[in-house]
């Protein structure tokens, strides 16, 4: 079963534009929710990540919304660029058990001229 | 600072052909893991370690070995390919204690795209 659900698996933004990738769970002794980039050839590569005690958390032009009662993030990119052209995966961890990640499915970003 | 190194990059493989994927970490970290990423999957977590001397199974075990003789080395083995295998092999590590207090919980490698014919 997809234990963390990640919509939409591809976007086309405008440059100066808001992306935005929605990720929903389902098992609540997650505890920790990063954001990955992944440019192709390399590895993921940590973003931003939030608690859930918090409900939003900005980085430059990243923000996560966190929704705990709904068991719902999302990431905002404002003023998208050509360089933020990737792949974005969410990610969900319990601390407990050998600190293991759930991955979502991934969304590929294109950011347009 | 090489960070987690991944050896080969590329690999091809007849079925039923054995292979072991290489990964090493110079940060003295406690915890790898080896992921594969498949299209539309995201990301699966095969095994994992704590620490040398502990492994455990993750989502996708099945057809994988591993053994962790030291804090560096995290081998992956494939005992008998299969198509199926056909994937990117990441291997990851962080370092003990709680990830969220660290700025990254996971430093992964550049993967091994593997095929297997």
């Known amino acids: 079963q997809q234990q963390v659900k990640q919509s939409p698996q591809s976007l086309i933004v405008q440059k100066g534009g808001i992306s935005i990738i929605n990720c929903a769970y389902e098992n609540t002794a997650f505890d920790y929710f990063p954001w990955y980039q992944q440019f192709p050839g390399k590895g993921p590569a940590l973003l931003i990540a939030i608690r859930p005690d918090v409900s939003e958390k900005k980085e430059g032009r990243f923000t996560i919304s966190f929704n705990k009662s709904a068991k719902q993030f999302s990431l905002h990119i404002m003023d998208s660029q050509p360089g933020d052209s990737a792949t974005y995966f969410c990610?969900?961890?319990?601390?407990?058990?050998?600190?293991?990640?759930?991955f979502g499915t991934g969304t590929q970003l294109k950011v347009e001229l | 600072n090489a960070g987690v190194t991944q050896t080969p990059k590329f690999q091809v493989l007849k079925t039923g052909q054995s292979m072991t994927l290489q990964c090493a970490q110079d940060?003295?970290?406690?915890?790898m893991s080896w992921y594969r990423q498949d299209p539309g999957m995201g990301l699966r977590l095969i095994h994992y370690?704590?620490?040398?001397?502990?492994?455990d199974q993750g989502e996708v075990p099945n057809g994988y070995n591993v053994s962790r003789s030291t804090t560096e080395d995290f081998p992956l083995r494939l005992l008998s390919a299969a198509p199926s295998q056909t994937s990117v092999y990441f291997c990851a590590s962080h370092g003990i204690g709680d990830p969220r207090a660290a700025n990254s919980p996971l430093h992964f490698g550049n993967g091994t795209r593997l095929t297997v014919t």
């Open positions: 370690s704590v620490g040398a001397g502990i492994t």
């Open positions: 940060m003295n970290h406690e915890y």
């Open positions: 990610a969900a961890l319990t601390t407990g058990g050998g600190n293991k990640l759930t």
